[in-house]
């Protein structure tokens, strides 16, 4: 019955504000955190010169608002191991990407799929949702996208 006489109440209000306000609680239900390359850049790194190894130096705003949460981002599938089921997200096409030594190591994304997604090919410009983890040790890509997923 509550229900129900506040919904009466809502309907009241100007159609529009009912509008607004259902879509905004509708978004912050459904919606992952949209991740963008410019906050992932905001990551610094010093290079160990006898082993080689980045360390990356994680802003605050990516252990605060990203770290273990699900989010989206869009960048260039790459293939890296087709058969081990590896592909990287990369910010730049594979021809200036991380991996040609033409970008930063701030510039990739690990993808761990919960499934296998097939075959891609190589630069295919893609959304993919998953949970982001960093990676603190030095080993492998500073990102991850734990359970990832093409997304659209």
Not at 103 to 128: M, S
Request: proline share 7%; hydrophobic share 45%.
């Amino acid at each position: 019955m509550l229900i129900a006489s506040t919904l009466l109440k809502l309907w009241h209000m100007p159609k529009y504000l009912f509008l607004a306000l259902s879509l905004f609680i509708g978004f912050n239900v459904l919606a992952q955190k949209n991740l963008a390359w410019p906050v992932l850049a905001m990551t610094n790194y010093s290079q160990d010169p006898s082993t080689g190894l980045y360390t990356p130096q994680f802003p605050k705003i990516l252990e605060d608002q990203f770290e273990g949460q699900e989010v989206i981002i869009a960048g260039y599938l790459i293939p890296v191991d087709v058969e081990a089921n590896t592909y990287a997200l990369s910010k730049n096409p594979f021809s200036s990407c991380f991996f040609c030594g033409n970008a930063g190591p701030e510039t990739v994304i690990e993808l761990k799929f919960t499934a296998d997604p097939g075959r891609f090919a190589t630069d295919k410009y893609l959304p993919i949702k998953g949970t982001l983890k960093l990676n603190r040790n030095g080993s492998g890509l500073f990102f991850t996208l734990e359970n990832a997923e093409i997304s659209g």
